[in-house]
């Protein structure tokens, strides 16, 4: 129960974090590199992803996940591990960029990244924004969903990929159509087994062995080589 209680008090400090930077933008404003970002920043979304997360949080306990502040879960397979993932793939990302990727569909050139300072907060925004609907909602829901209750308990490992893969299609999905509408299947086949659909997988998997914040540290380390060194200093 001590775990459980813990882990809610992080969760809503991570909302109120959300808010807390809601506001700053409000005094701040920033140019929203892509038009549809402008909606992650309002009140109405933060409330719904607000209460998303919190129905995920419910039932992470019933699919199996381990608290948010799980005391079996190590700092180093909290935070380390995590960190060094999102560090190497955001070094990946780059490498690729700068190897000639920026004629690939998948990649955002760095002109479309916030620019320092205001990409420290923007990105930590993201950052939790996507990782609450990402993997504290989406996953947990939809192994409760289909192997709790409809599969009445059963193959939950199973569910998990199944679950997994789909929801790690989420954010390479826009590119793979414009790939397959610009320049074919095998060109939106290399976005499919790219570094993004990988490393949605891999947070994917971290979050099942150690609880929320893995995930959410993993993104946060690549935003800081990706958006906020590369994009935002460079």
Do not use: C
């Amino acid at each position: 129960m001590k775990n459980q209680s813990t882990s809610t008090k992080i969760y809503f400090g991570l909302v109120l974090f959300l808010i807390a930077l809601k506001l700053f933008f409000l005094l701040a404003p920033v140019k929203f590199p892509l038009s549809e970002q402008a909606g992650a920043f309002s009140w109405l979304t933060i409330l719904i992803i607000a209460v998303l997360g919190f129905i995920g949080l419910v039932f992470t306990r019933k699919t199996g996940f381990p608290d948010i502040w799980d005391t079996r879960i190590s700092n180093w397979q909290r935070f380390l591990i995590p960190a060094i993932i999102g560090l190497v793939y955001g070094g990946i990302t780059v490498l690729v960029e700068f190897v000639g990727a920026r004629r690939h569909p998948f990649q955002l050139s760095s002109d479309f990244n916030v620019k320092f300072p205001l990409s420290i907060p923007f990105y930590a925004y993201g950052a939790v924004f996507l990782e609450m609907l990402l993997r504290l909602f989406a996953i947990p829901f939809l192994i409760w969903l289909i192997s709790n209750l409809v599969l009445r308990h059963r193959w939950q490992t199973q569910v998990f990929w199944l679950v997994a893969i789909l929801v790690a299609l989420y954010e390479p999905l826009p590119y793979m159509t414009d790939a397959l509408h610009q320049t074919g299947v095998l060109s939106a086949l290399r976005i499919l087994v790219g570094p993004l659909f990988v490393a949605n997988l891999v947070a994917a998997y971290i979050f099942r062995k150690y609880g929320f914040l893995a995930p959410l540290v993993m993104r946060l380390s690549f935003y800081l080589i990706w958006h906020i060194i590369y994009g935002g200093l460079i």
